[in-house]
């Protein structure tokens, strides 16, 4: 692929996370990378290919590989996913699912099986690791652990639900929170030690 499109669908996906996809036309996108509008159907047949071929890139590449990253132990996998989504949320605009679903419905449920399988397999991958390596509690019932974590992250999270509102899911604060009612439901002594002052030097970072 062009190194142009590419440029093109990387940064168009910032533009998505941060108006949402109904909000930019291929006008927007036009102006905003300085090319006309022939030339951007010289590498999109329409809107809804660009889209398309916007979430087909994220999708492959990093934005659901945090356990591709060399973590030192289970514990660390949950800072690489909380740095991960603290960088999304410099743009996040939740409209961004909500337009997936309504205008480009075979879209949305192609993201939401891959991240509903990522989130499992995960998971599953993270448990068994922490249990082998004395940071989670021996015994832990895996699937059951991480369906539900599948259900927080899917369906707790979601503003739809009208459990959280979008101001609040927007918040590093509540993935802090929700990960940490995780940790300490799964945690030996050692695993909440070593979360728990992971936790707080990082949001010392944060803060300062």
Not at 92 to 118: A, G, M, S, W
């Amino acid at each position: 692929m062009e190194e142009k499109k590419i440029h093109i669908i990387k940064n168009v996906g910032k533009l998505y996370l941060k108006f949402g996809i109904k909000s930019v036309t291929m006008d927007d996108v036009a102006h905003e990378f300085g090319i006309s509008k022939k030339t951007l159907y010289q590498y999109f047949t329409d809107k809804a290919d660009l889209v398309g071929q916007v979430v087909d890139f994220y999708l492959k590449n990093l934005m659901f590989d945090i356990n591709e990253s060399k973590n030192e132990n289970a514990i660390d996998f949950y800072f690489a996913l909380r740095s991960h989504i603290n960088k999304i949320l410099k743009y996040f605009n939740n409209n961004i699912e909500y337009d997936l679903k309504k205008q480009y419905p075979n879209l949305f449920q192609k993201v939401h099986k891959i991240k509903r399988e990522k989130i499992f397999s995960n998971t599953v991958d993270n448990i068994n690791k922490g249990m082998e390596t004395g940071f989670y509690r021996t015994g832990l019932d895996v699937e059951l652990i991480a369906k539900l974590q599948v259900g927080r992250m899917l369906y707790t999270l979601n503003p739809e639900n009208e459990i959280f509102n979008e101001r609040e899911v927007a918040t590093i604060e509540l993935f802090d929170k929700v990960i940490e009612y995780h940790m300490h439901a799964i945690c030996t002594q050692k695993g909440v030690e070593y979360f728990e002052q992971q936790l707080n030097k990082i949001q010392n970072e944060d803060n300062n």
